[in-house]
């Protein structure tokens, strides 16, 4: 008991002991008091209507219905689970905690206490938060941005993500161009080719070398849509690795520039002429 008490007292979760039909703590661990500001005995001097006023407002229908599904489950044998939610720490701050939760019977069977461990978690929920709020913005930014876009992962290059802008330049639905095609069938998908029109190989492919080989690279090249309707685009495409170094996926950014090229050869042809035009004049 001693051993058991000394792993219990030394461990960083904070563990307890509750009986089901009182309501009331029968042990706390003394760790309580650095994680959530509170001591043992002032634990278990808490009422039931004490408890759930420790508990933040928005968690406790859930919770109350938790507990009540946790006695129902032990009487079906299934004894442990878990459960995370808002606890109102001594300093007046609620801070999320990750509880473990197992139930002993009394000698008829049914659910007589809870044996409870509370982690506090409230770092990892708030980086949690953090992260989903980017996720958010970044996926926002893409879906909007007037340049295609596209995601794959590695080491087979599945399309994860195409925006809407990418799915527009390129043409077709989705489940043609996105599902289920990974780094072998982006020319053939996708119908790339190059600037003289003739297919391109798969390490042509930027997106494909980004994941293949680790390469943050560009090309121009040309989606054919339909016959007589290609449209010629700028491709620039980067690996995304892990704290490793290992390649986990890649981006590709892609800008029609159809009309550009075109710009850009009634430029050239207007130079031509007005050129051929001068010589003939200077030499008249």
């Not at 390129?170 to 069938?185: L, Q």
Request: net charge negative; glycine share 6%; with cysteine.
């Amino acid at each position: 008991e001693d051993r058991f008490r000394q792993i219990v007292e030394r461990s960083s979760d904070v563990f307890y002991r509750q009986n089901i039909r009182t309501g009331r703590f029968e042990y706390v661990s003394p760790r309580v008091t650095p994680v959530f500001g509170i001591t043992p005995e002032e634990v278990l001097a808490l009422c039931i209507e004490a408890q759930k006023a420790a508990i933040h407002p928005d968690d406790l229908p859930g919770l109350l219905s938790f507990a009540s599904d946790l006695v129902e489950a032990a009487r079906k044998g299934q004894t442990n689970t878990e459960k995370e939610f808002r606890l109102l720490h001594g300093d007046g701050e609620y801070r999320w905690v990750h509880g473990s939760y197992s139930l002993v019977p009394d000698e008829s069977g049914e659910p007589l206490q809870i044996i409870g461990a509370l982690q506090d978690v409230t770092e990892r929920k708030l980086a949690e938060d953090q992260l989903r709020r980017a996720q958010a913005l970044l996926k926002a930014a893409m879906d909007n941005s007037s340049a295609g876009i596209a995601i794959a992962d590695a080491p087979f290059g599945e399309l994860r993500y195409v925006n809407d802008a990418g799915l527009l330049i390129r043409g077709g639905s989705r489940d043609e161009v996105v599902n289920g095609v990974s780094v072998t069938r982006y020319v053939a998908s996708w119908k790339l080719l190059d600037l003289d029109g003739s297919p391109l190989l798969t390490d042509d492919v930027p997106l494909a070398r980004a994941i293949k080989y680790g390469e943050a690279c560009s090309r121009e090249f040309i989606i054919r849509r339909t016959e007589g309707d290609d449209r010629v685009v700028l491709a620039r495409a980067a690996p995304i690795k892990d704290a490793d170094g290992k390649v986990e996926a890649a981006i590709v950014v892609f800008l029609d520039i159809t009309e550009l090229k075109h710009a850009e050869e009634a430029l050239r042809e207007s130079e031509e002429k007005f050129s051929i035009a001068f010589r003939t004049s200077h030499y008249a």
